[in-house]
């Protein structure tokens, strides 16, 4: 049974920070990309970041370049999110995913996050 256990967020001021991890079970974490999506109120939900199991540089939002960075640890099993500079426009729900390589949409979820910025 593959489970994400997310853990971190919360409330912080403009231009703090958080950091968001992972932890991944029940899967071959090293085959799998690793990304951070996020749902603010009211709109879609948005890949923020992601971490190829092939490796190489993530891919990051243009919203958040700069400023957050992904990070994964294979022999842990575990992704993280550092997240400085945030701004108000960060508020959501976020959610770490995992998808297999042959796979072309995220598989799996996890419990989800709620980060609030308040200016």
């Known amino acids: 049974q593959v489970q994400l256990v997310q853990s971190g967020g919360g409330l912080v001021l403009a231009g703090g920070s958080l950091r968001l991890s992972c932890a991944a079970s029940?899967?071959?974490?090293?085959?799998?990309?690793m990304g951070w999506f996020r749902q603010a109120p009211g709109k879609a939900r948005e890949l923020v970041t992601q971490s190829s199991w092939i490796g190489g540089s993530p891919y990051y939002a243009e919203s958040v370049k700069g400023r957050f960075t992904i990070s994964r640890d294979n022999a842990k099993n575990t992704v993280s999110l550092q997240m400085n500079g945030l701004k108000p426009e960060d508020t959501a729900v976020y959610y770490c995913a995992a998808k297999a390589q042959s796979t072309l949409k995220y598989d799996y979820w996890g419990q989800g996050t709620q980060v609030t910025v308040s200016s």
């Open positions: 029940g899967l071959a974490f090293s085959t799998y990309t």
